[in-house]
């Protein structure tokens, strides 16, 4: 049973402790002698263990994890580390996470008795100051073992739960969430909007798009209109991001990518940009041009627009929002231009 210890001097909510549940029937049997064994170190993955089924996951038999919750709230070394490491390689853990200060006794251990177990740190706690406290320490401390410890919906899952899955792994793992979205939920929120289209939507011979930040909306963008070619405007900051997102997108759709980079300055794209997409517009192919107004800064919706002439098209793609896009809500707006010069 896992109930709160009343604790008057905790600056977050009282502190969470084991104690022996009512009603099991072990009140028949006399512990008095057990007082030197506790069930502290049972924190970490009894406190993970109840996060990820409540929101609804699927925990990995092969992560495990040992560490206490102490008094100034953050994970604890634990005792019989020897032992329990043993056990978890007996029972085929691969992963094994425990509070930092004993990471390198753990790895020094592992090595001689389980060299196949990985060895990890949880996170850290800020300490709280007299105004402010920490936002869910727990969940903050045991954010690098959640990574790990859920096990990822599969395409036969529900879309709910695929959502639910990337929403919760993008607060903590961006870059595992984005490849996870590209997996398992950009066909599905591509079909859905395709199946939104206007009517007399005809696929473009050229879509031009944004990488930003969400680099991921590049790839949903051109599965969605299916165009014959991509231009993708970037900037030298994620050029980084550029080569991943290239490639997943060839290897999903047969499209020609043509990557262009533009100056981070914002006049840059108000003054320069129009006349640089014309000059490769004009390169061809011929047929329907398609401006994606969905990824980017303010200022980059803005050099784009002032690009696109009368005949094309503007796409966006609209979606609710909380602490980023939520997948499977989006839905596509399509606008003829008809005032640019």
């Known amino acids: 049973m896992l109930r709160e210890e009343s604790s008057k001097d905790s600056p977050y909510h009282e502190p969470w402790?084991?104690?022996l549940a009512p009603g099991t029937g072990l009140d028949a049997y006399d512990f008095s002698q057990l007082t030197s064994i506790t069930c502290h170190s049972g924190f970490a993955?009894?406190?993970?263990?109840?996060?990820?089924?409540?929101?609804?996951?699927?925990?990995?038999?092969?992560?495990?994890?040992?560490?206490?919750?102490?008094?100034?709230?953050?994970?604890?070394?634990?005792?019989?580390l020897t032992e329990k490491l043993q056990l978890a390689a007996e029972w085929g853990a691969t992963a094994f996470f425990v509070a930092h200060s004993q990471v390198e006794e753990?790895?020094?251990?592992?090595?001689?008795?389980?060299?196949?177990?990985?060895i990890h740190g949880l996170g850290d706690v800020p300490p709280a100051g007299p105004t402010k406290l920490v936002s869910a320490p727990v969940k903050t401390a045991l954010a690098p073992y959640l990574e790990q410890l859920?096990?990822?919906?599969?395409?036969?899952?529900?879309?709910?739960?695929?959502?639910?899955?990337?929403?919760?792994?993008?607060?903590?793992a961006p870059d595992a969430a984005r490849q996870y979205y590209r997996e398992f939920l950009l066909s599905d929120i591509a079909e859905r909007c395709r199946a939104l289209l206007p009517d007399d939507f005809t696929p473009p011979a050229v879509l031009v798009t944004v990488l930003s930040e969400s680099p991921e909306l590049v790839s949903l963008a051109a599965h969605v209109v299916r165009p014959k070619v991509?231009?993708?405007?970037?900037?030298?900051?994620?050029?980084?991001?550029?080569?991943?997102?290239?490639?997943?997108?060839?290897?999903?759709?047969?499209?020609?990518?043509?990557?262009?980079?533009?100056?981070?300055?914002?006049?840059?794209?108000?003054?320069?940009?129009?006349?640089?997409?014309?000059?490769?517009?004009?390169?061809?192919?011929?047929?329907?041009?398609?401006?994606?107004?969905?990824?980017?800064?303010?200022?980059?919706?803005?050099?784009?627009?002032?690009?696109?002439?009368?005949?094309?098209?503007?796409?966006?793609?609209?979606?609710?929002?909380?602490?980023?896009?939520?997948?499977?809500?989006?839905?596509?707006?399509?606008?003829?231009?008809?005032?640019?010069a």
């Open 17 to 19: 402790g084991l104690h």
């Open 150 to 172: 859920e096990t990822p919906p599969t395409a036969n899952a529900s879309p709910q739960q695929r959502t639910a899955y990337y929403l919760r792994r993008r607060q903590h």
């Open 106 to 118: 753990a790895r020094a251990e592992a090595s001689r008795q389980c060299p196949t177990l990985v």
């Open 230 to 340: 991509c231009i993708v405007l970037f900037t030298a900051k994620l050029e980084p991001q550029l080569s991943t997102e290239v490639n997943w997108l060839q290897q999903s759709l047969a499209v020609d990518i043509v990557p262009m980079e533009v100056d981070e300055d914002p006049a840059g794209w108000f003054d320069q940009l129009p006349a640089m997409l014309r000059a490769r517009l004009s390169e061809g192919p011929p047929g329907p041009v398609f401006f994606d107004l969905t990824p980017g800064l303010k200022y980059m919706t803005v050099g784009l627009t002032l690009a696109a002439r009368p005949g094309e098209k503007l796409l966006y793609l609209i979606h609710e929002f909380k602490n980023g896009p939520i997948p499977l809500t989006e839905r596509p707006l399509v606008r003829d231009v008809s005032t640019n």
């Open 45 to 80: 993955s009894l406190a993970a263990g109840l996060i990820v089924a409540a929101e609804g996951g699927v925990p990995r038999a092969n992560v495990w994890a040992s560490a206490s919750w102490g008094a100034d709230f953050r994970p604890e070394r634990v005792e019989g």
